[in-house]
T-cell receptor, first 117, second 113 residues
Framework: GAVVSQHPSRVICKSGTSVKIECRSL??????MFWYRQFPKQSLMLMAT?????????EQGVEKDKFLINHASLTLSTLTVTSAHPEDSSFYIC?????????????FGPGTRLTVT | AQSVAQPEDQVNVAEGNPLTVKCTYS??????LFWYVQYPNRGLQFLLK??????LVKGSYGFEAEFNKSQTSFHLKKPSALVSDSALYFC???????????FGAGTTVTVRA
């Protein structure tokens, strides 16, 4: 099946710094990738939809200036958490789906655990 | 609008017994339904999906799910649970007009030896 990787798997940063998380589709091209946030023992909350070559679409309540998304190629999307604060500590998961509305499941990355101290 | 309900936070079963994880959904168009499993500190692994056709869908690791349109349900089942099936299970839905998935709150399955 399709493989999605994330890097890093775990990151600890100091409050006020920025952190970049990469999401790659390894064996397929993804014009659309999704970024989720998951709090402990809770469901996934969609943060934004990342579209290759265009601006990301953010869900209501997600600060676009804080969570910068860049989808520069068909296999790479990045999420940058700017000026991170302890409340940004969370598990961030990306997913990618094959192109077209007739395509079905999304493939998820292994997640990135962000801890802001 | 679309939504998913997983009415049980936790399901506990003995190894070898049948396992059922419940899911109901709401969508405006035709539903595409999915089950994913998550192990601690890991991403989601795809188990199975219903798109169209036979209402009984078979997936990975011996899991299956039955699509019931009249009850808007898509319950996950396994005839004989294993201790290694202990994990967090998510049901998800999208309709045929949007890429975005909506997830249920998740059900923690514990299979005791």
């Amino acid at each position: 099946g399709a493989v999605v990787s994330q890097h890093p798997s775990r990151v600890i940063c100091k409050s006020g710094t920025s952190v970049k998380i990469e999401c790659r589709s390894l064996d397929f091209q993804a014009t659309t990738m999704f970024w989720y946030r998951q709090f402990p023992k809770q469901s996934l909350m969609l943060m934004a939809t990342s579209n290759e070559g265009s601006k990301a679409t953010y869900e209501q309540g997600v600060e676009k200036d804080k969570f910068l998304i860049n989808h520069a190629s068909l296999t790479l999307s990045t999420l940058t958490v700017t000026s991170a604060h302890p409340e940004d500590s969370s598990f961030y998961i990306c997913s990618a789906g094959p192109t077209g509305l007739s395509s079905y499941e999304q493939y998820f990355g292994p997640g990135t655990r962000l801890t802001v101290t | 609008a679309q939504s998913v309900a997983q009415p049980e936070d936790q399901v506990n079963v003995a190894e070898g017994n049948p396992l059922t994880v419940k899911c109901t959904y709401s969508v405006s168009g035709n539903p595409y339904l999915f089950w994913y499993v998550q192990y601690p500190n890991r991403g989601l692994q795809f188990l199975l999906k219903y798109i169209t056709g036979d209402n009984l869908v078979k997936g990975s690791y011996g899991f299956e799910a039955e699509f019931n349109k009249s009850q808007t349900s898509f319950h996950l089942k396994k005839p004989s649970a294993l201790v290694s099936d202990s994990a967090l299970y998510f049901c998800a839905v999208r309709d045929d007009t949007d890429y975005k998935l909506s997830f249920g709150a998740g059900t923690t399955v514990t299979v005791r030896a």
